[in-house]
């Protein structure tokens, strides 16, 4: 039989936390009877190491797996040279607190196609976020860069630009967004081929991903953050898929009501007959 191993949490401190910060945020988690916990810097790098150390420290000791998501302010595509010598400050800033906290891995929205055709978009941001992945190994850092898939059109971010960059840029892996890959293709999404894609064609074996539902407008499913309850996608065809296979995950709840569907979520795994440890 399989035995996936499952990391199950929310982005960023969950909701009932007594205080806001990320230390307190990790042990609501651990309370919750969850066991990650995404760190969003997504206005901003607004932490000292020594706080992203500490925070790792009571991560490790209650055995909650830490990921990070880099600032909103990102776009590696841009054509202005000013845009993207910032955005890579910015990935090297959040690069260095992840370190610190014992993250394995960013989620980034490198970018927007703007004026580039997608293969040129591709080929500028395989040249940028390379130098990024250079800088962050001579730094001695081991967090992986996270390309997330995107729901937008005008965003790099389908499902095969980002295990392409994957191949071609080393310490770059896929941060599978299930819901924005759902919308990107039409409201259609095989979990199983995805799962089986990022195994056999990066040899992965962890995948890190977050999960929400969608909201509907005209017709079409559009970046507006729901409930999971919404089913869109549906979360249970995921977890049936996860747990057919030997594989490792991070599921981060990005729903806004976080902890509550985190624990819908988990409700859904464990009567499937998974067991969280």
Known sequence: MPKPKIYLGTAGVPLSAKGK??????KRVKELGLNAMEVEFVQGVRMSREKATQAGEVAKSLGVRLSVHAP?????????KE?????????????DRADAMGADAIAIHVGFYGDLKPEECFSKLKAELGEVADKVRENGYKVKLGVETMAKETAFGTIDEVIAISKEVEGVIPYIDWAHTFARQGGQINYGEIIDRLVKELHLTHINSHFEGLEIRKGKYVDVHRSVTYNTPPFEPLAREILNRDISITLICESPELEKDALIMKDVIEKLGYKFE
């Open 83 to 95: 845009k993207v010598e910032a955005s890579k400050r910015r990935l090297l800033d959040t690069a």
């Open 72 to 80: 909103y302010f990102i776009n590696l595509c841009s054509e202005e």
């Open 21 to 26: 910060d990320t230390i307190e945020g990790i």
